[in-house]
């Protein structure tokens, strides 16, 4: 078991929000988009402009990563992000709306906007998941942009690392500074909610690795009787407990967001013997608009955008 002290520890910066939210008469009025990390605010503002136009909450979820996944100065999400130990920038991406309709792609190299390409598998195909060279032979087919990677400071740094880390090549260990997928969750003025996720994924992972991020259930779930959830951290933590999903689940028992939350951080620190480096945060939202978040360590934050509230 691991050590109980640690599940006490509390996601510093999003306490305040999350407490706040915690109330169980707080209720935002719709429409609302949260997401995970700072990077959250300019993403927010992508959602914001199809949900303050009486959108739907696909559309803005969608809208709402592609603006993190253009960033090229983002080392964790979209084609700027950190390759895996091969040189490869392989990207991960999942979607989910109110109709429990859902897409992903994992490992997919050279393209632009994973997210639009997962929304592509869920309208397009009669599939849920593409991966690798037929995922991306999808999106170029579909019509889908290219882009060549890595980048060349990508390059570079992966050069260095490369020349530092020459036992990383036998047993891989998580790169603690890279865990910033973007995870929103947004619900439309029709009260329907919809989620996205997409990444780069553990930065110099073992070339072929997928983590929770497009795996329905673990980086991200939407039922909209109840509501959404989507993770960030260490994927395969994530995945061992279905993490998303099981927070969904615990909101379907009558638990607060906050507390699902919790609860779902709670069971990942009680499957490991040893959690030292093991960040995993989630982030979630019921039908009545509260919200919650909670981690394994200090230092995850979310953004939230609502008609009156910016804040992270
Ligand atoms: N969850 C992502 C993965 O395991 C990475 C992260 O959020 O840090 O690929």
């Known amino acids: 078991m691991a050590s109980a002290f640690i ?10 929000l999350a407490e706040e939210n915690f109330s169980p008469n707080f209720t935002v009025k719709n429409p609302i988009v949260i997401s995970t990390w700072s990077h959250g605010i300019a993403a927010n503002e992508g959602a914001w402009v199809i949900l303050d136009n009486a959108g739907k909450s696909i559309d803005a979820v969608e809208a709402g990563v592609k603006v993190t996944e253009i960033d090229i100065t983002n080392r964790s999400v979209g084609i700027g992000g950190r390759p895996d130990r091969d040189g490869h920038v392989t990207l991960d991406a999942c979607i989910m709306d109110e109709n429990s309709r859902c897409g992903a792609v994992g490992c997919i190299e050279g393209i632009l906007h994973p997210i639009s390409v997962a929304r592509a598998v869920m309208d397009r195909t009669q599939h849920v998941m593409l991966v690798g060279e037929g ?20 390059k570079k740094d992966w050069k260095e690392w490369k020349k530092e880390h020459k036992d990383e090549f036998k047993k891989p260990t998580i790169n603690n500074e890279n865990h910033d997928t973007i995870g929103m969750l947004a619900m439309d003025e029709f009260g329907n909610i919809s989620g996205s996720c997409t990444t780069s994924g553990w930065a110099y992972k073992l070339h072929g690795r997928i983590g929770d991020s497009p795996i329905i259930g673990a980086g991200l779930f939407v039922d909209n009787e109840v509501g959404g959830a989507c993770a960030t951290g260490l994927g395969e933590a994530i995945i061992r407990i279905a993490g998303s999903h099981t927070v ?37 939202m019921n039908t009545k608009g509260q919200v919650g978040a909670y981690s394994v360590y200090n230092g995850f934050n979310y953004a939230l955008r609502t008609k009156d509230r910016n804040a992270i």
């Open 248 to 284: 969904v689940e615990l909101m379907r028992q009558g638990h607060h967001p906050q507390a699902a939350c919790k609860m779902a951080v709670e069971r990942i620190i009680a499957k490991h013997d040893d959690v030292t480096g093991l960040q995993c945060g989630f982030l979630a």
């Open 7 to 16: 599940s006490v520890l509390k996601p510093n910066n999003l306490m305040a």
């Open 135 to 154: 995922a991306r032979s999808f999106a170029i087919r579909e019509g889908f942009e290219t882009a060549k990677t890595p980048l060349k400071e990508v």
